[in-house]
């Protein structure tokens, strides 16, 4: 198999070196050429054809967030990793990338003691993100025939949403609804909470795997376009009915039963599967307080995190739901929990939040909710 080919987007020399250097070292990936801003790199983009693109934000002359716009035009499905600094405009200008059609990101390095140091932080970072969207826009290069628009159809990848038994696995009312997300999670967020009523009967407790001050901007964003209230969780909150609460980066989060109360408690021990906050933290937390009351969604996303905490809802007897292939950017954390046997229901994204709203009905006198 050809090397993924790689076009590195950057106006600081040091870092066009860097990532190249990275990258290059890897047998699997090349460099296939670099631009200082994106007026050049659009002008590259027809003559190196490459796999995946790899784009600062500030930048002179056609900054990020404009190369990302003109890029999308002709290439609506070629993976864009966005490569941001870890301060409050980074996340801003991230999550404005990610809403008009970047695919991920990653941070710099920053607070590093050396520059051995900082090119491992690039390569644990960034090249599994690379490969794992480069498959995905191979998939749908290879399948252009069937489907010209440039996405891939349901025929040509895995759509499992007939393949599961409808309805729930029992009729426990629930209480709390838990969601776990990663690579392509902001949007999918977005969608998600964006449909859900003012009236949402429940809490809603998340993990978006993301670093400080990211975290804290999405929930602002979130908050200000949904009916529902959307904050970043903090120690001691009480959890709502009606609001979403979401760890933290850096910071595991948890439920914890206070008196009369379930209350957010945050920690800092170890990441689990590489991940600080990790979902499985948190689905264990629910598990434990909510016990067979508990609804938990897998979203789209790299890796197996909130596989084991899935398993821990479904022994406690609670509902689990996960994102199909079809929906999702990256179909890792949910295709972990499907082949694990513990989803009740696959469901395309589309989906989710009527799917919520019925769910949350069940057993209030309120009857069935409509979502906004």
């Given at each position: 198999m050809r090397k993924i080919r790689i076009l590195v987007v950057d106006d600081s020399t040091v870092i066009r070196r860097m990532v190249s250097d990275v990258l290059n070292a890897d047998c699997e990936i090349e460099v296939a050429a670099t631009a200082p801003n994106g007026k050049i790199a659009l002008d590259k983009l027809a003559q190196i054809s490459p796999d995946v693109v790899t784009l600062d934000i500030e930048m002179p002359e056609m900054n990020g967030i404009e190369t990302l716009l003109n890029l999308r035009k002709t290439h609506p499905s070629l993976p864009v990793i966005m490569f941001s600094t870890l301060c409050q405009r980074g996340a801003e200008s991230t999550l404005d990338?990610?809403?008009?059609?970047?695919?991920?990101?990653?941070?710099?390095?920053?607070n590093v003691g050396s520059v051995k140091e900082a090119m491992q932080r690039v390569r644990d970072d960034l090249i599994p993100k690379i490969k794992h969207l480069c498959k995905w826009y191979r998939d749908i290069k290879n399948a252009s025939v069937l489907a010209p628009s440039g996405r891939l159809p349901a025929s040509g990848r895995l759509n499992l949403t007939q393949q599961c038994k409808t309805g729930l696995r029992k009729n426990s009312r629930i209480d709390i609804v838990t969601i776990g997300v990663s690579t392509g999670g902001p949007n999918a967020l977005s969608e998600v909470l964006g449909q859900l009523p003012k009236d949402f009967p429940?809490?809603?407790?998340?993990?978006q795997h993301m670093p400080p001050v990211f975290t804290k901007y999405m929930a602002d964003r979130l908050n200000q376009n949904c009916a529902i209230e959307v904050f970043e969780g903090t120690?001691?909150?009480?959890?709502?009915?009606?609001?979403?609460?979401?760890?933290?980066?850096?910071?595991?989060?948890?439920?914890?039963?206070?008196s009369t109360s379930i209350q957010i408690d945050l920690n800092q021990s170890p990441p689990e599967s590489s991940c600080r906050p990790a979902v499985d933290v948190l689905f264990r937390s629910v598990a434990d307080a909510y016990g067979e009351n508990a609804l938990?969604?897998?979203?789209?996303?790299?890796?197996?995190?909130?596989?084991?905490?899935?398993?821990?809802?479904?022994?406690?007897?609670?509902?689990v739901?996960?994102?199909?292939?079809?929906?999702?950017?990256?179909?890792g954390m949910p295709r972990a929990v499907f082949d694990a046997g513990i989803a009740d229901q696959i469901l395309p994204l589309g989906e989710v939040a009527q799917k919520l709203c019925d769910s949350c009905s069940r057993g209030r006198t309120s009857g069935r909710l409509v979502r906004v």
């Open positions: 990338a990610l809403s008009k059609g970047a695919s991920d990101y990653v941070t710099k390095p920053a429940v809490p809603i407790v998340i993990v120690l001691g909150d009480s959890l709502r009915a009606g609001t979403a609460y979401i760890a933290p980066g850096d910071w595991h989060m948890q439920v914890k039963r206070k938990a969604v897998v979203l789209t996303g790299m890796g197996q995190d909130g596989l084991k905490g899935a398993e821990c809802i479904r022994d406690a007897g609670g509902t739901f996960a994102q199909d292939e079809v929906s999702s950017v990256v179909w």
